[in-house]
């Protein structure tokens, strides 16, 4: 598997010119000041002020367009309906700046496991979905999380992978794991198979809507913390999640990780 940072572009040149990846690398690299500071000012407030407004979720300015950055559970079209009451997306996106990762524990619910979050992360990016939303949807979904925070992007810090273009105005927002939250997989807060199947189902969709071949390997590929603590609840999902139909390319994509990980996933 390649590297998540910039040096992972280089895994695709075969289907990548180097001017390409010259331009995507160049693109991410210019950062907006005032983002990173909106940034440092959420990771350095105390965990117990992460549930006030001001702090874990801004306001959202209902003048504006509203946008959503999907990194993992809202890329896959049921869950976007259930979430958002609507499916539609703009187009894929690299995402520059943020790291996703298994690295959320959840502990305050059953199942415990450990899921998909998004942490900021300087010279790394991901491949994800930029969504049009509103700033009703918004607060809808901020009133669910309990993980992660809400934090305002810059739209330099996004490439589109399909050469749409990028909204010159709006708010763009992209949902952040709280610190305190980030721990890697271990026996007791597996990887579910069946938060996986959610998320690569949902990939394998952008990939065939958008004629993008390599989007859903890059889902593999641009995740980092893929872990032996996986467990297989593909039969009976914890929590009743949904039971995707797409399990045999899901296994061929799982067959790119290093160490034949997904060989050692246990049975639950």
């Known amino acids: 598997?390649?590297?998540?940072?910039?040096g992972g572009l280089s895994a695709y040149a075969v289907w990548m010119s180097e001017e390409q990846v010259m331009e995507i690398m160049g693109t991410f690299r210019v950062m907006s000041y005032q983002r990173w500071l909106a940034?440092?000012?959420?990771?350095?407030?105390?965990?117990s002020s992460w549930a006030l407004d001001s702090s874990c979720f801004p306001g959202v300015d209902s003048r504006q367009k509203q946008y959503l950055v999907a990194s993992g559970t809202l890329i896959l079209e049921a869950a976007r309906e259930k979430k958002l009451n609507k499916d539609e997306v703009e187009f894929p996106v690299w995402?520059?700046?943020?790291?996703?990762?298994?690295f959320v524990r959840v502990v305050e619910k059953s199942p415990t496991r450990t899921v998909l979050g998004v942490t900021p992360k300087e010279g790394t990016l991901f491949n994800g979905l930029?969504?049009?939303s509103s700033d009703q949807q918004i607060r809808s979904l901020d009133r669910?999380?309990?993980?992660?925070?809400r934090v305002l992007m810059n739209v330099r810090q996004l490439k589109s992978m399909t050469g749409g273009h990028l909204p010159e105005q709006g708010q763009i927002w992209i949902y952040v794991v709280k610190p305190g939250n980030i721990k890697k997989a271990v026996g007791k807060y597996p990887i579910q198979q069946s938060d996986v199947d959610n998320f690569l189902t949902g990939c394998l969709e952008q990939?065939?809507?958008?004629?993008l071949p390599q989007f859903s390997e890059q889902c593999v590929d641009f995740t980092v913390g893929w872990s032996e603590d996986w467990a297989n609840d593909r039969e009976r999902p914890s929590g009743g999640r949904l039971v995707q139909n797409k399990r045999k390319q899901i296994d061929r994509l799982l067959?790119?990780?290093?160490?034949?990980?997904?060989d050692k996933v246990r049975d639950e």
């Open 1 to 6: 598997m390649p590297d998540a940072g910039w």
């Open 39 to 47: 940034v440092g000012f959420c990771l350095v407030l105390p965990i």
């Open 95 to 102: 995402v520059s700046g943020y790291q996703r990762g298994w």
């Open 130 to 132: 930029l969504l049009a």
């Open 144 to 149: 669910t999380e309990t993980l992660n925070c």
């Open 207 to 211: 990939s065939k809507i958008f004629s």
């Open 255 to 262: 067959e790119r990780l290093e160490g034949d990980l997904f």
